[in-house]
C-alpha cells in the first residue's frame, strides 16, 4: 500500500490527486491519509509526503511528518514532494514510488501525464504554477518560481472526465495573477455546467472586467478569498505588496455590489516587523468597517532567506495580544 500525506495548500492536494491517478493507473495500490492517522494505518510499502513551505510552522510539520512515518513505520520507502522538500512532479513522484515496489512486480513506467480524477466532491484543479511577487515575507517565490498555465482546454478536459460524485470544482494555482487572460478560462469553466469558485484572489487579478465576466456565468459561486496581510499602507508597503487599502476596500464594494449574497474572507498577517501600535490599529479598525464574514489570522512567522528575516522581531506577547484583538472581529 502507498500512502499519500498532504501538507499545504489546494495545489498541493491537486498534485497528490495526480500522484494518485498515475498509480491508480499502473495499478499500485493508494490512499489518501491524513497526518494524524500515521501512527494508526498498517505498515505501508511507500509514504509519499506532500510538503508545504508557507510558514516555518507549516515546513516544520511537514518534516515532523516524516519523522513519525519513521517512529511508526521504519520500514516504509518515503518519497518526498512540495515546496518544503523538493520540487518533483507528480509523474516523477510515481515513477520514484512505482521503482520502490519495482521487486513486487510493480512496472516502473508510469507513462505521460494522464487527466487526474479526483476522489473528493469538492475537487481542486490546479491551473496555474509559480510565483515572481516576492512579498518580503514570503519565502514560496524563491521555492517556485517557475511560471506556468494550462490551457482552458484542458482544465475544460479534466473537469469532464469527472465522475458525478463531483458536485464542484475550485480553481487554485499559486498565484492566479499570472494566468495570462482569467476570464477566457472561466468562461470556459462555466460552460462545463458544474458549480466551481475560485480559491484565494491576489487583488490586483480583480479588475471590473473580470467581476463582469463572474456575473455573467451561470455556475460561478460567489465564494471570495481575497488576500490582504495588513490593514495599513505602510505595512504593505513594507511587505511588498502592490496595492492599497483604497484599493482592497474598492474591491470589496464592487464585489458586494455585484453579489449581495456573496462570502468574503481574507488572510491577514498579524505583527510584522514594521506593524506599530497605530498601524495595527489601523488594520484593525479596516477590517472592523469591512466587515468580512472570515478573517484568517497568522502571526509574523520569519522565515530564512526573505528580506523581513532580517528585521527585529515583535514580542511573543504584543503578536499573541493582537491576534487575540483581531481574532475579535471573527465573533461579533
Not at 469527472?162 to 494566468?179: R, S
Not at 502571526?299 to 515583535?314: E, V
Request: aromatic letters at 8%; proline letters at 5%.
Amino acid at each position: 500500500m502507498v500512502y499519500l500525506v498532504t501538507y499545504g495548500c489546494k495545489v498541493n492536494y491537486w498534485e497528490s490527486e495526480a500522484v494518485a491517478t498515475l498509480l491508480d493507473r499502473v495499478g499500485v495500490a493508494n490512499q489518501m491519509l491524513n497526518d494524524g492517522a500515521i501512527a494508526r494505518v498498517p505498515d505501508g510499502d511507500v509514504f509519499v509526503v506532500n510538503s508545504c513551505a508557507v510558514t516555518s510552522m507549516a515546513e516544520k510539520k511537514s518534516r515532523y511528518g516524516i519523522a513519525k512515518i519513521k517512529k511508526y513505520h521504519p520500514h516504509a520507502l518515503i518519497v518526498t514532494m512540495g515546496c518544503a522538500l523538493g520540487r518533483k512532479s507528480p509523474e516523477q513522484v510515481a515513477t520514484a514510488v512505482c521503482a520502490g515496489l519495482a521487486g513486487d512486480g510493480v512496472d516502473r513506467d508510469v507513462g505521460a501525464p494522464t487527466t487526474v480524477q479526483h476522489r473528493r466532491e469538492k475537487a481542486f484543479i490546479k491551473v496555474q504554477d509559480g510565483c515572481r511577487n516576492f512579498c518580503n515575507y514570503c519565502i514560496i517565490p524563491y521555492r517556485r518560481n517557475t511560471l506556468g498555465h494550462r490551457t482552458p482546454a484542458d482544465v475544460v478536459a479534466e473537469i469532464n472526465a469527472q465522475g458525478a460524485h463531483v458536485t464542484e470544482i475550485v480553481l487554485c494555482g499559486i498565484n492566479l495573477c499570472y494566468y495570462p487572460n482569467f476570464a477566457e478560462l472561466c468562461r470556459a469553466v462555466d460552460a462545463c455546467g458544474r458549480a466551481w469558485r475560485i480559491s484565494s484572489l491576489e487583488p490586483p487579478l480583480i479588475t471590473p472586467e473580470l467581476i463582469a465576466t463572474w456575473r455573467a456565468c451561470r455556475h460561478f459561486v460567489p465564494a471570495f478569498h481575497i488576500c490582504l496581510q495588513a490593514g495599513d499602507d505602510g505595512v504593505l508597503r513594507d511587505m511588498n505588496r502592490h496595492y492599497t487599502t483604497a484599493d482592497y476596500a474598492r474591491i470589496i464594494d464592487a464585489l458586494r455590489t455585484a453579489f449581495p449574497d456573496g462570502s468574503f474572507a481574507t488572510d491577514v498577517i498579524v505583527g510584522y516587523p514594521t506593524e506599530t501600535d497605530d498601524a495595527f490599529e489601523r488594520t484593525y479598525q479596516f477590517l472592523q468597517n469591512l466587515r468580512l464574514d472570515k478573517l484568517h489570522i497568522f502571526p509574523f512567522s520569519p522565515r530564512a532567506g526573505t528580506p523581513a528575516a532580517q528585521l527585529k522581531p515583535l514580542t511573543n506577547a504584543v503578536v499573541t495580544a493582537r491576534v487575540a484583538r483581531l481574532d475579535e472581529l471573527n465573533h461579533r
